[in-house]
T-cell receptor, first 114, second 113 residues
Framework: NAGVTQTPKFQVLKTGQSMTLQCAQD?????MYWYRQDPGMGLRLIYY???????DKGEVPNGYNVSRLNKREFSLRLESAAPSQTSVYFCASTSGVGGYNEQFFGPGTRLTVL | AQSVTQLDSQVPVFEEAPVELRCNYS??????LFWYVQYPNQGLQLLLK??????LVKGINGFEAEFNKSQTSFHLRKPSVHISDTAEYFC???????????FGKGTTLSVSS
């Protein structure tokens, strides 16, 4: 099993450009998440999908959109990138909707917006 | 609303010394508690979790944590650290009826010889 995979690993954008970060999991998990990690800020939840067909906003959703394409895939889109979106983005998944489940993380996408 | 406070942003220690990474949380409801570790340039992986029962929880790589409800703390300990324990450690909490984790800001553990 590959677990949680993310593409791309690195990306540099110019202000105003758009891009989609891809995430896929092969563990048959129901719930998927997108976090951003900034120095000294820990991980902050951007959006999550508790199950296929549903998405909900997290703590910092502004400037982002998501799509739960199917049970395996959960993408994050930046429509008009801003320097404040320079960050490391992590996708995670978990098997259930209960708060007790371990989340499994991907390796991250390092995004720089110039 | 839940929140997590990791009391130390950086903890430098020498190899084979004991270490404690401190975590306090606030929540108006019952919670589940987690410690995750992030090695350089990698994603996070679970070290241990407290769901219920015994307040002393053992995890991977010799780490353990103690849940203290009265002090709303979940401190992580290891009696003897190795160079390979150098990493960033995150405490996290979730509500028993919720789905998302709330993370602390992280503690960087630096182990030197």
């Amino acid at each position: 099993n590959a677990g949680v995979t993310q593409t791309p690993k690195f990306q540099v954008l110019k202000t105003g450009q758009s891009m989609t970060l891809q995430c896929a999991q092969d563990m048959n998990h129901n719930s998927m998440y997108w976090y951003r990690q900034d120095p000294g800020m820990g991980l902050r939840l951007i959006y999550y999908s508790a199950s296929e067909g549903t998405t909900d906003k997290g703590e910092v959703p502004n400037g982002y959109n998501v799509s739960r394409l199917n049970k395996r895939e959960f993408s994050l889109r930046l429509e008009s990138a801003a320097p404040s979106q320079t960050s490391v983005y992590f996708c995670a998944s978990t098997s259930g909707v209960g708060g007790y489940n371990e989340q499994f993380f991907g390796p991250g996408t390092r995004l720089t917006v110039l | 609303a839940q929140s997590v406070t990791q009391l130390d942003s950086q903890v430098p220690v020498f190899e084979e010394a004991p270490v404690e990474l401190r975590c306090n949380y606030s929540s108006s409801v019952s919670v589940y508690l987690f410690w995750y570790v992030q090695y350089p340039n990698q994603g996070l992986q679970l070290l241990l979790k407290y769901l219920s029962g015994s307040t002393l929880v053992k995890g991977i790589n010799g780490f353990e944590a103690e849940f203290n409800k009265s002090q709303t703390s979940f401190h992580l300990r290891k009696p003897s650290v190795h160079i390979s324990d150098t990493a960033e450690y995150f405490c996290a909490v979730s509500e028993k009826r919720g789905t998302a984790l709330i993370f602390g800001k992280g503690t960087t553990l630096s182990v030197s010889s």
